[in-house]
């Protein structure tokens, strides 16, 4: 499938591609790696690389501004259902492609190559790039490093197979790129950011069941200088906890008048649950968006109910 869809890449002139809301570094990564990879082989091509950025991510790359384009081509990286894009309106385009590692959800592209067995969806694109007649430079292999490496939190998840060390391996030795300076780029983050991860693992609530939570309100959000979307990152950094099998923040959003939870596992699949509240993801790291505290609590007890489940058959 990737010779289709590099052939759909040669016959389109202009190509825009997105991802989802709330973006995270794969999903960024992926759309410009993939966006610098067009234009180094393509010069000629306009290629967009498109959606709601962060602050917090400026240091990737840049993204573009969205414009109004004619027979287009679309392609949605990281993406598994259509609610889920951001800053798209499909009608405007000819043809759309979804490259996606997520477990399926619904068809909403025209070509689809999904591979949920992927760590993440730079790399697939390592694999496609690499087999493919797309160029890349160091630059670019840096960039879908550092895709996979978050979204495999840095290789330590299942979803890392002799595959991905194998394209890894490929990917350094024939573009050397700085390591270092890629974990500078992931990693580097204010001490503000330190103390509320302090405050977190001061205040978690942890069940009997090993369920661990925490409420991360706008005034806790104030009170340590950071913003949401940051604040509801820190769930990667409490894996690893003896008592606790599942944790979960519910973050609240005041920009959008919702709260943001997620949910990561080392225990029981909780994606089917996320996804019976509206959310979704993978089977061990998933994300819920409800109204407001009482519903989240709602969602926590369901939580705590599937977890004292799990505990109980094994
Ligand atoms: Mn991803």
Same mark, same amino acid.
């Given at each position: ?5 590099? %052939? ?45 950025? !962060? ?15 004619? #027979?287009?081509? =679309? &392609? ?20 759309? &492609? ?5 477990p ?8 689809? *190559?999904?591979?949920?067995?992927? !760590?993440?969806?730079c790399?697939?694109?390592?694999? *496609? ?15 879908? @490093?550092m895709?996979?490496?978050?979204? !495999?939190?840095?290789f330590?998840?299942d979803?890392?197979?002799? /595959?991905?060390?194998? =394209?890894?391996? %490929?990917l ?10 890629? @974990? ?13 991860e302090? @405050?977190i693992?001061?205040?978690? #609530?942890?069940?009997? #069941? ?11 959000? #104030?009170?340590? !200088? ?10 990667n ?23 943001? &939870?997620?949910? %990561? ?9 996320a ?23 709602? *969602? ?5 109910k599937?977890?004292? /489940? ?5």
């Amino acid at each position: 499938m990737f010779e289709e869809i590099y %052939r759909k890449i040669v016959e389109y002139d202009v190509i825009v591609i997105a991802r989802h809301i709330g973006v995270d570094p794969d999903a960024l990564c992926s759309q410009l790696a993939l966006r610098d990879s067009i234009r180094l082989t393509f010069p000629e091509k306009k290629v967009l690389s498109i959606g709601t950025g !962060s602050v917090k991510f400026t240091q990737m790359g840049k993204l573009d501004k969205i414009e109004n384009v004619n #027979n287009a081509l =679309l &392609i949605v990286v990281d993406t598994p259902d259509k609610k889920r894009v951001d800053s798209v309106s499909f009608s405007q385009f000819s043809y759309s &492609i979804k490259i996606d590692h997520h477990p399926f959800i619904e068809k909403f592209c025209d070509l689809e *190559f999904i591979k949920d067995t992927a !760590s993440s969806t730079c790399e697939i694109l390592i694999d *496609f790039i690499l087999n493919s007649k797309l160029k890349c430079d160091a630059n670019i292999a840096q960039t879908l @490093y550092m895709g996979m490496v978050s979204d !495999s939190n840095r290789f330590l998840f299942d979803s890392c197979t002799s /595959e991905s060390f194998g =394209l890894v391996s %490929r990917l350094l030795n024939e573009y050397s790129f700085s390591l270092s300076d890629a @974990y500078q780029k992931l990693y580097l983050r204010p001490i503000n950011e330190v103390r509320l991860e302090g @405050y977190i693992a001061l205040n978690m #609530n942890v069940t009997e #069941n090993g369920l661990g939570y925490i409420k991360i309100t706008n005034e806790v959000i #104030n009170e340590f !200088s950071v913003d949401s979307a940051s604040a509801g990152n820190m769930i990667n950094n409490f894996n690893f906890i003896k008592e606790v099998l599942v944790w979960v923040t519910m973050t609240e959003d005041l920009k959008n008048d919702q709260i943001r &939870i997620s949910i %990561r596992s080392r225990g029981p699949e909780i994606n089917k649950l996320a996804e019976a509240y509206g959310g979704g993801g993978h089977k061990m790291a998933a994300g819920v968006r409800v109204k407001n505290f009482d519903d989240a609590m709602k *969602f926590i007890n369901d939580l705590d109910k599937l977890i004292k /489940e799990y505990n109980e058959i094994v």
